[in-house]
């Protein structure tokens, strides 16, 4: 099982796009996924149809077993196998953002994965633009990190906030960071290819394939399904399959116990 999250301190960056792709993309494809909504605003509940409701907090927080808060998403969501449950979400709502103030062990998030390790390939998690306790507990849970940005001088800023925040807690538990993806890409614009350059001078092969903007990912967002469901013939497609091979190439990280 590999544990895969998704930040940046800056908002409105592609954090719950990326998550809900990648995901979905993956269950697509056949592994068996979860993905957990960390984000009070419950984006990535919405995103794959489903309605926001306090599980992630019941199950950090109130103990839940994971039998109560994981929730199947209809294959028709991920245009999956026919008949397949493969792909789990843990939703989120407004409770979320009292679980920081409400768990006092910093391995919350990883102790609940533990019983999950034979059940799921991967885990895909979404997290807020607002850092917390809980992002802490779940860099603990974490294997790699991917980081979507915009090709712009404050995401970047936003970017390099996570990566010293991330560092803090480097000490305890080691996160890979696995890609930066910039998003909402204008190449012809002097601004996004000068910054483009930029970044990819800083990360070098970090630095994963530019999307283009599109309307076709806010298009997909307003339908509640991932882009390649929403318009599978559309080039935006072909950024997400390259996105789901490089984290189907991550290698299997040995979890300390
Ligand atoms: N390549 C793209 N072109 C155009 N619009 C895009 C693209 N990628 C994402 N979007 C849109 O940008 C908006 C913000 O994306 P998203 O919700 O993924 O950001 P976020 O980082 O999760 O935001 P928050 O910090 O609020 O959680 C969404 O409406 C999404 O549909
Ligand atoms: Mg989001």
Not at 58 to 85: D, I
Not at 96 to 117: F, G, H, K
Not at 130 to 155: F, N, Q, R, V
Request: aromatic share 8%; with cysteine.
């Amino acid at each position: 099982m590999k544990v895969i999250t998704i930040g940046n301190e800056k908002g409105g960056v592609g954090k719950t796009t990326t998550a809900t792709t990648i995901a979905a993309g993956l269950a697509h494809k056949g592994h068996r996924v979860l993905m957990i909504d960390a984000d009070a605003q419950g984006h990535a509940t919405r995103a794959l149809g489903l309605n926001k409701q306090p599980a992630l907090y019941n199950w950090l927080v109130r103990s839940a077993n994971y039998q109560e808060v994981l929730q199947a998403v209809p294959v028709e969501r991920y245009g999956g196998p026919e008949g397949a449950t493969n792909f789990y979400l843990v939703a989120s709502n407004v409770e979320t953002r009292n679980i920081a103030n409400s768990i006092s062990d910093a391995y919350a998030v990883a102790d609940v994965l533990t019983p999950l390790e034979s059940l799921f390939d991967y885990v895909v998690i979404d997290t807020s633009p607002t850092p917390s306790l809980l992002h802490g507990a779940i860099y603990l849970a974490t294997d790699y990190m991917i980081y979507p940005t915009l090709c712009e001088y404050w995401s970047f800023d936003g970017l390099a906030e996570s990566l010293s925040r991330r560092q803090q807690v480097q000490h305890m538990h080691k996160v890979v960071t696995a890609g930066i993806i910039p998003y909402r890409v204008r190449l012809q614009t002097l601004e996004h290819s000068e910054n483009l350059a930029r970044l990819r001078e800083q990360f070098q092969e970090l630095v994963w394939e530019p999307i283009p903007e599109s309307i076709v990912w806010a298009e997909a967002t307003a339908y509640h399904v991932p882009v390649f469901v929403y318009a599978p013939d559309h080039a935006a497609v072909d950024s997400v399959w390259s996105m789901v091979a490089r984290v189907e190439a991550l290698p299997e990280v040995a979890r300390e116990s």
